[in-house]
Protein backbone atom coordinates (compact mmCIF):
# COMPACT_ATOMS: atom_id res chain seq x y z
CA UNK A 1 0.00 0.00 0.00
CA UNK A 2 1.00 3.60 -0.50
CA UNK A 3 0.39 5.15 3.02
CA UNK A 4 -0.35 9.12 4.15
CA UNK A 5 0.06 8.92 7.65
CA UNK A 6 -0.95 12.33 9.24
CA UNK A 7 0.23 12.59 13.08
CA UNK A 8 0.96 14.88 15.54
CA UNK A 9 3.67 12.95 17.31
CA UNK A 10 6.58 11.75 15.68
CA UNK A 11 9.66 12.78 17.06
CA UNK A 12 12.95 13.55 15.02
CA UNK A 13 15.32 10.17 15.31
CA UNK A 14 17.67 12.21 17.67
CA UNK A 15 14.54 13.01 20.05
CA UNK A 16 13.74 8.89 20.09
CA UNK A 17 10.48 7.09 19.02
CA UNK A 18 7.50 6.61 19.99
CA UNK A 19 4.57 3.86 19.49
CA UNK A 20 3.74 5.94 16.26
CA UNK A 21 7.32 5.86 14.69
CA UNK A 22 7.40 2.01 15.51
CA UNK A 23 3.99 1.21 14.04
CA UNK A 24 5.28 3.60 10.59
CA UNK A 25 8.67 1.79 10.56
CA UNK A 26 6.84 -2.14 11.18
CA UNK A 27 4.51 -0.70 7.71
CA UNK A 28 7.44 0.20 5.99
CA UNK A 29 9.81 -3.24 6.98
CA UNK A 30 6.70 -4.92 5.17
CA UNK A 31 7.07 -3.17 1.64
CA UNK A 32 4.65 -0.71 2.22
CA UNK A 33 5.20 3.02 1.26
CA UNK A 34 4.60 5.62 3.47
CA UNK A 35 4.66 9.18 3.44
CA UNK A 36 4.58 10.97 6.89
CA UNK A 37 3.05 14.27 7.56
CA UNK A 38 3.70 15.94 10.68
CA UNK A 39 1.83 18.85 11.75
CA UNK A 40 5.59 20.14 13.69
CA UNK A 41 4.97 22.46 16.64
CA UNK A 42 8.55 23.25 17.40
CA UNK A 43 10.46 26.56 16.22
CA UNK A 44 12.99 25.04 14.56
CA UNK A 45 12.16 25.47 10.59
CA UNK A 46 10.77 28.26 8.92
CA UNK A 47 8.10 26.34 6.47
CA UNK A 48 7.61 22.57 5.11
CA UNK A 49 9.94 20.22 4.39
CA UNK A 50 10.48 17.03 2.91
CA UNK A 51 12.84 14.83 4.06
CA UNK A 52 13.71 11.33 4.91
CA UNK A 53 13.66 9.82 8.29
CA UNK A 54 14.12 6.38 9.38
CA UNK A 55 14.43 5.57 6.06
CA UNK A 56 10.70 7.19 5.94
CA UNK A 57 9.88 10.15 3.45
CA UNK A 58 8.69 12.80 6.23
CA UNK A 59 7.13 16.00 5.44
CA UNK A 60 7.23 18.36 8.60
CA UNK A 61 4.81 20.82 8.24
CA UNK A 62 5.27 24.68 10.58
CA UNK A 63 2.21 24.77 12.63
CA UNK A 64 1.19 26.42 15.87
CA UNK A 65 2.12 24.40 19.26
CA UNK A 66 -0.65 21.83 20.04
CA UNK A 67 1.37 20.42 23.28
CA UNK A 68 2.55 21.90 26.67
CA UNK A 69 0.73 25.52 25.19
CA UNK A 70 -2.02 27.40 27.10
CA UNK A 71 -5.64 26.89 26.13
CA UNK A 72 -5.37 29.96 23.68
CA UNK A 73 -2.47 28.95 22.13
CA UNK A 74 -3.67 25.34 21.45
CA UNK A 75 -6.77 26.20 20.88
CA UNK A 76 -5.62 28.68 18.09
CA UNK A 77 -2.94 26.27 16.44
CA UNK A 78 -5.97 23.41 16.31
CA UNK A 79 -8.18 25.90 14.14
CA UNK A 80 -5.02 26.53 11.82
CA UNK A 81 -4.01 22.64 11.89
CA UNK A 82 -5.97 21.82 8.62
CA UNK A 83 -5.21 24.91 6.71
CA UNK A 84 -1.38 24.18 7.86
CA UNK A 85 -1.54 20.22 6.69
CA UNK A 86 -3.10 21.07 3.51
CA UNK A 87 -0.95 23.59 2.16
CA UNK A 88 2.08 20.97 2.92
CA UNK A 89 -0.02 18.13 1.25
CA UNK A 90 -0.63 20.09 -1.77
CA UNK A 91 2.56 21.91 -2.32
CA UNK A 92 4.39 18.98 -1.97
CA UNK A 93 2.00 15.60 -2.66
CA UNK A 94 -0.11 16.86 -4.87
CA UNK A 95 1.36 14.18 -7.94
CA UNK A 96 1.28 11.16 -6.20
CA UNK A 97 -1.23 8.56 -5.69
CA UNK A 98 -1.99 6.74 -2.18
CA UNK A 99 -4.14 3.93 -0.98
CA UNK A 100 -4.94 4.76 2.45
CA UNK A 101 -4.92 7.60 4.95
CA UNK A 102 -3.53 6.71 8.08
CA UNK A 103 -4.34 9.08 11.20
CA UNK A 104 -4.61 9.67 14.88
CA UNK A 105 -6.36 10.97 17.57
CA UNK A 106 -5.97 13.73 18.96
CA UNK A 107 -6.60 16.42 17.62
CA UNK A 108 -9.84 16.20 16.18
CA UNK A 109 -9.61 19.00 13.81
CA UNK A 110 -7.66 16.71 11.43
CA UNK A 111 -11.16 15.27 9.91
CA UNK A 112 -10.56 18.51 7.60
CA UNK A 113 -7.26 17.26 5.90
CA UNK A 114 -8.45 13.66 6.21
CA UNK A 115 -11.74 14.87 4.23
CA UNK A 116 -9.51 16.60 1.53
CA UNK A 117 -7.00 13.66 1.26
CA UNK A 118 -9.93 11.39 0.57
CA UNK A 119 -10.86 13.02 -2.40
CA UNK A 120 -7.66 13.83 -4.02
CA UNK A 121 -6.32 10.65 -3.64
CA UNK A 122 -9.42 8.31 -3.79
CA UNK A 123 -8.10 6.68 -0.70
CA UNK A 124 -9.62 4.95 2.09
CA UNK A 125 -9.17 6.07 5.99
CA UNK A 126 -8.60 4.56 9.09
CA UNK A 127 -8.72 6.15 12.81
CA UNK A 128 -6.23 5.31 15.13
CA UNK A 129 -8.81 6.17 17.98
CA UNK A 130 -5.97 7.37 20.61
CA UNK A 131 -8.62 9.33 23.02
CA UNK A 132 -12.03 9.82 23.16
CA UNK A 133 -12.75 13.77 22.88
CA UNK A 134 -14.68 15.95 24.27
CA UNK A 135 -16.17 13.85 26.65
CA UNK A 136 -12.77 13.11 28.83
CA UNK A 137 -13.08 16.56 29.24
CA UNK A 138 -16.75 16.48 30.63
CA UNK A 139 -15.08 13.87 32.91
CA UNK A 140 -12.39 15.47 34.29
CA UNK A 141 -15.08 18.65 35.06
CA UNK A 142 -12.87 21.10 32.54
CA UNK A 143 -16.57 22.44 30.70
CA UNK A 144 -20.19 21.10 31.17
CA UNK A 145 -21.48 18.80 28.84
CA UNK A 146 -24.35 21.71 27.56
CA UNK A 147 -21.40 24.35 27.13
CA UNK A 148 -20.56 25.84 23.78
CA UNK A 149 -16.90 24.21 23.87
CA UNK A 150 -18.34 20.65 24.42
CA UNK A 151 -20.96 20.93 21.49
CA UNK A 152 -18.47 22.76 19.33
CA UNK A 153 -16.03 19.18 19.42
CA UNK A 154 -18.73 16.97 19.82
CA UNK A 155 -19.74 18.41 15.79
CA UNK A 156 -15.89 17.87 14.71
CA UNK A 157 -15.63 14.51 16.80
CA UNK A 158 -18.69 13.23 14.85
CA UNK A 159 -16.92 14.68 11.53
CA UNK A 160 -13.80 12.99 12.43
CA UNK A 161 -15.84 9.21 12.67
CA UNK A 162 -18.03 9.82 9.25
CA UNK A 163 -15.00 10.63 6.86
CA UNK A 164 -13.16 7.59 8.56
CA UNK A 165 -13.28 3.97 7.11
CA UNK A 166 -12.47 2.23 9.75
CA UNK A 167 -12.01 3.52 13.77
CA UNK A 168 -9.50 1.15 14.99
CA UNK A 169 -10.18 1.18 19.06
CA UNK A 170 -7.43 0.20 21.74
CA UNK A 171 -9.06 -2.11 23.88
CA UNK A 172 -12.88 -4.09 23.94
CA UNK A 173 -13.75 -1.86 26.47
CA UNK A 174 -13.02 1.26 23.89
CA UNK A 175 -14.92 -0.87 21.30
CA UNK A 176 -18.29 -1.06 23.37
CA UNK A 177 -18.21 2.50 24.64
CA UNK A 178 -18.22 3.67 20.91
CA UNK A 179 -20.64 1.55 19.53
CA UNK A 180 -22.78 2.24 22.61
CA UNK A 181 -22.23 6.35 22.18
CA UNK A 182 -22.07 6.41 18.51
CA UNK A 183 -24.26 3.94 17.07
CA UNK A 184 -24.35 5.34 13.32
CA UNK A 185 -20.49 4.36 13.41
CA UNK A 186 -20.59 1.00 14.95
CA UNK A 187 -19.93 -0.84 11.77
CA UNK A 188 -16.90 1.07 11.15
CA UNK A 189 -15.13 0.40 15.15
CA UNK A 190 -12.43 -2.62 15.03
CA UNK A 191 -9.79 -3.90 17.46
CA UNK A 192 -6.53 -1.92 17.10
CA UNK A 193 -4.72 -1.98 20.36
CA UNK A 194 -1.69 0.17 20.60
CA UNK A 195 1.36 -1.45 20.24
CA UNK A 196 5.68 -0.97 20.68
CA UNK A 197 8.68 -2.20 19.20
CA UNK A 198 10.72 -4.34 21.78
CA UNK A 199 13.70 -3.11 23.19
CA UNK A 200 16.46 -4.85 24.68
CA UNK A 201 17.88 -4.61 28.13
CA UNK A 202 20.60 -1.97 28.31
CA UNK A 203 24.11 -3.34 28.17
CA UNK A 204 25.02 -2.56 32.09
CA UNK A 205 24.40 -3.77 35.01
CA UNK A 206 21.23 -2.74 37.14
CA UNK A 207 23.34 -1.33 40.08
CA UNK A 208 25.34 0.60 37.18
CA UNK A 209 22.14 2.35 36.21
CA UNK A 210 21.00 3.39 39.27
CA UNK A 211 24.60 4.45 40.19
CA UNK A 212 24.03 6.82 36.60
CA UNK A 213 20.62 8.44 37.77
CA UNK A 214 21.73 9.13 41.53
CA UNK A 215 18.85 6.38 42.94
CA UNK A 216 19.37 4.10 45.57
CA UNK A 217 21.24 0.81 45.25
CA UNK A 218 19.06 -1.18 47.82
CA UNK A 219 15.44 -0.30 47.92
CA UNK A 220 12.22 -1.55 45.51
CA UNK A 221 11.74 1.74 42.99
CA UNK A 222 8.46 2.34 42.06
CA UNK A 223 8.25 4.37 38.72
CA UNK A 224 5.58 6.61 37.05
CA UNK A 225 6.74 7.42 33.82
CA UNK A 226 4.89 9.83 30.83
CA UNK A 227 2.75 12.55 30.79
CA UNK A 228 1.74 13.88 34.35
CA UNK A 229 -1.95 16.24 34.32
CA UNK A 230 -5.25 15.86 35.14
CA UNK A 231 -6.22 12.52 32.76
CA UNK A 232 -3.42 10.87 35.17
CA UNK A 233 -5.10 12.29 38.78
CA UNK A 234 -2.16 14.01 40.36
CA UNK A 235 -3.67 14.59 43.58
CA UNK A 236 -4.43 10.16 44.14
CA UNK A 237 -0.85 10.11 42.19
CA UNK A 238 0.34 12.13 45.41
CA UNK A 239 -1.08 10.61 47.87
CA UNK A 240 -0.14 7.35 46.57
CA UNK A 241 3.89 8.13 46.25
CA UNK A 242 3.43 9.82 49.88
CA UNK A 243 2.37 6.24 51.16
CA UNK A 244 5.35 4.56 49.00
CA UNK A 245 7.92 7.48 50.58
CA UNK A 246 6.78 6.47 54.07
CA UNK A 247 7.98 2.62 53.35
CA UNK A 248 11.88 2.23 54.85
CA UNK A 249 12.33 -0.05 51.86
CA UNK A 250 10.84 1.58 49.11
CA UNK A 251 11.61 4.55 46.74
CA UNK A 252 9.52 6.61 44.47
CA UNK A 253 10.75 7.81 40.95
CA UNK A 254 8.04 10.13 38.66
CA UNK A 255 9.56 10.79 35.25
CA UNK A 256 7.76 12.97 32.49
CA UNK A 257 6.61 16.14 31.89
CA UNK A 258 2.56 18.16 31.91
CA UNK A 259 0.95 20.46 33.24
CA UNK A 260 1.29 18.96 37.31
CA UNK A 261 4.49 18.13 36.95
CA UNK A 262 5.53 20.65 39.36
CA UNK A 263 2.68 20.58 40.99
CA UNK A 264 3.79 17.01 41.94
CA UNK A 265 7.64 17.99 42.86
CA UNK A 266 6.48 20.23 45.04
CA UNK A 267 3.51 18.44 47.15
CA UNK A 268 6.63 15.61 47.51
CA UNK A 269 9.09 18.18 48.45
CA UNK A 270 8.98 17.37 52.48
CA UNK A 271 8.84 13.85 51.28
CA UNK A 272 12.19 10.91 51.88
CA UNK A 273 12.52 8.42 49.29
CA UNK A 274 11.46 9.93 45.77
CA UNK A 275 12.39 12.01 42.84
CA UNK A 276 11.05 13.42 40.27
CA UNK A 277 12.64 13.65 36.60
CA UNK A 278 12.22 15.92 33.74
CA UNK A 279 11.16 13.75 29.90
CA UNK A 280 13.63 11.64 28.91
CA UNK A 281 14.32 10.15 25.58
CA UNK A 282 13.19 6.83 24.91
CA UNK A 283 16.75 5.13 24.84
CA UNK A 284 17.47 6.99 28.65
CA UNK A 285 13.69 6.52 29.64
CA UNK A 286 14.17 2.42 28.93
CA UNK A 287 17.32 2.22 30.46
CA UNK A 288 16.38 3.93 33.98
CA UNK A 289 13.37 1.27 33.49
CA UNK A 290 15.83 -1.63 33.61
CA UNK A 291 16.84 -0.34 37.21
CA UNK A 292 13.04 -0.31 38.50
CA UNK A 293 10.89 -2.21 40.10
CA UNK A 294 7.17 -2.01 39.74
CA UNK A 295 5.62 0.26 37.30
CA UNK A 296 2.55 3.10 38.60
CA UNK A 297 -0.03 3.53 36.92
CA UNK A 298 -2.88 6.11 37.91
CA UNK A 299 -6.18 7.51 36.16
CA UNK A 300 -8.69 9.78 37.49
CA UNK A 301 -11.72 7.95 39.04
CA UNK A 302 -14.39 10.28 37.49
CA UNK A 303 -13.70 8.97 34.10
CA UNK A 304 -16.71 7.18 31.65
CA UNK A 305 -14.73 6.85 28.72
CA UNK A 306 -12.56 3.51 29.31
CA UNK A 307 -8.55 5.09 28.35
CA UNK A 308 -6.08 3.05 28.31
CA UNK A 309 -2.64 4.30 28.89
CA UNK A 310 0.22 3.02 26.77
CA UNK A 311 2.90 3.53 29.43
CA UNK A 312 2.51 -0.05 30.91
CA UNK A 313 4.01 -1.03 27.00
CA UNK A 314 7.38 -0.06 28.41
CA UNK A 315 7.11 -1.60 31.78
CA UNK A 316 6.07 -4.76 30.59
CA UNK A 317 9.19 -4.66 27.80
CA UNK A 318 11.02 -4.12 30.88
CA UNK A 319 9.85 -6.92 33.01
CA UNK A 320 8.51 -4.35 35.51
CA UNK A 321 5.74 -5.85 37.76
CA UNK A 322 2.71 -3.13 37.27
CA UNK A 323 0.37 -1.42 40.01
CA UNK A 324 -2.76 -0.17 38.06
CA UNK A 325 -5.09 2.85 40.24
CA UNK A 326 -7.99 3.96 37.95
CA UNK A 327 -11.28 4.36 37.24
CA UNK A 328 -13.85 1.63 37.33
CA UNK A 329 -14.31 1.57 33.28
CA UNK A 330 -10.65 1.48 32.02
CA UNK A 331 -10.21 -2.20 31.15
CA UNK A 332 -6.49 -1.98 31.76
CA UNK A 333 -7.23 -4.18 35.14
CA UNK A 334 -8.89 -7.02 32.72
CA UNK A 335 -5.02 -7.07 31.19
CA UNK A 336 -3.58 -6.78 34.22
CA UNK A 337 -5.47 -10.65 35.17
CA UNK A 338 -5.13 -11.66 31.44
CA UNK A 339 -1.20 -11.17 31.55
CA UNK A 340 -0.86 -11.67 35.29
CA UNK A 341 1.54 -9.11 35.14
CA UNK A 342 0.24 -7.16 38.06
CA UNK A 343 -2.00 -5.67 40.99
CA UNK A 344 -5.13 -2.91 39.85
CA UNK A 345 -6.95 -0.83 42.50
CA UNK A 346 -9.84 1.59 42.11
CA UNK A 347 -8.86 5.15 42.47
CA UNK A 348 -9.53 6.43 45.69
CA UNK A 349 -8.91 2.51 47.82
CA UNK A 350 -5.44 4.51 49.39
CA UNK A 351 -5.37 1.63 51.96
CA UNK A 352 -5.45 -0.83 49.55
CA UNK A 353 -3.45 0.77 47.31
CA UNK A 354 -0.82 1.07 50.05
CA UNK A 355 -1.48 -2.88 51.02
CA UNK A 356 -0.48 -4.05 46.95
CA UNK A 357 2.34 -1.89 47.28
CA UNK A 358 3.80 -3.09 50.49
CA UNK A 359 3.33 -6.75 48.86
CA UNK A 360 5.15 -6.07 46.08
CA UNK A 361 7.69 -4.09 48.18
CA UNK A 362 8.30 -6.62 49.99
CA UNK A 363 8.11 -9.96 47.64
CA UNK A 364 10.90 -9.48 45.21
CA UNK A 365 10.20 -13.34 43.85
CA UNK A 366 6.16 -12.29 43.22
CA UNK A 367 8.09 -9.22 41.39
CA UNK A 368 10.33 -11.10 39.06
CA UNK A 369 7.90 -13.50 38.37
CA UNK A 370 4.83 -10.62 37.12
CA UNK A 371 7.35 -8.81 35.11
CA UNK A 372 8.30 -12.45 33.74
CA UNK A 373 4.90 -13.10 32.40
CA UNK A 374 4.51 -9.24 31.80
CA UNK A 375 7.42 -9.42 29.45
CA UNK A 376 6.15 -12.63 27.47
CA UNK A 377 2.27 -11.31 26.86
CA UNK A 378 4.06 -7.95 25.72
CA UNK A 379 6.50 -10.03 23.18
CA UNK A 380 3.47 -11.99 21.72
CA UNK A 381 0.54 -9.98 21.52
CA UNK A 382 1.75 -5.82 21.47
CA UNK A 383 4.42 -5.29 19.08
CA UNK A 384 3.87 -3.87 15.88
CA UNK A 385 4.06 -6.67 13.79
CA UNK A 386 0.24 -7.17 15.31
CA UNK A 387 -0.84 -3.56 14.76
CA UNK A 388 0.77 -4.25 11.45
CA UNK A 389 -1.52 -7.76 10.60
CA UNK A 390 -4.86 -6.17 12.18
CA UNK A 391 -4.13 -2.84 9.49
CA UNK A 392 -3.85 -4.79 6.60
CA UNK A 393 -6.61 -7.29 7.54
CA UNK A 394 -8.75 -4.42 7.99
CA UNK A 395 -7.99 -2.77 4.78
CA UNK A 396 -8.13 -5.66 2.59
CA UNK A 397 -3.80 -5.70 1.99
Given at each position: ????????????????????????????????????VVADGKKTQEQAQLGTERGLEVLRVRTGNLYNVGFLKKGLATLLLSHHLKRGIMRFLKNRTYDLIL?????????????????????????????????????????KKNSFIFQYFRRQENALYRVSDKIGCMSKANMEYMKKHNPAVSGKVVFFPNTKAVSEMPAISKASVREKFHLPADKTIFVF???????????????????????????????????????????????????????????DYEELLSACDVGLIFLDSRFTVPNFPSRILSYMNFSLAVLACTD??????????????????????????????????????????????????????????????????????
Open positions: MNILYLTSVFPRPEDGATIYTDLACELSRRGHSLTVYETPPLAVYKTVQYAKKRFGASSFLMLKDIFPQNGVDLGIYGGNIGLPQSPDALIACAKKICEMEKAFFLAVGRGTHTEYVRHALSNADNFMVLNELKRCNVSDIKDLLSESGCGFWCKNGCLAQFKQLAGKLCENSQMREEMGRKGYLFFKERLNPGISADLLETYMGN
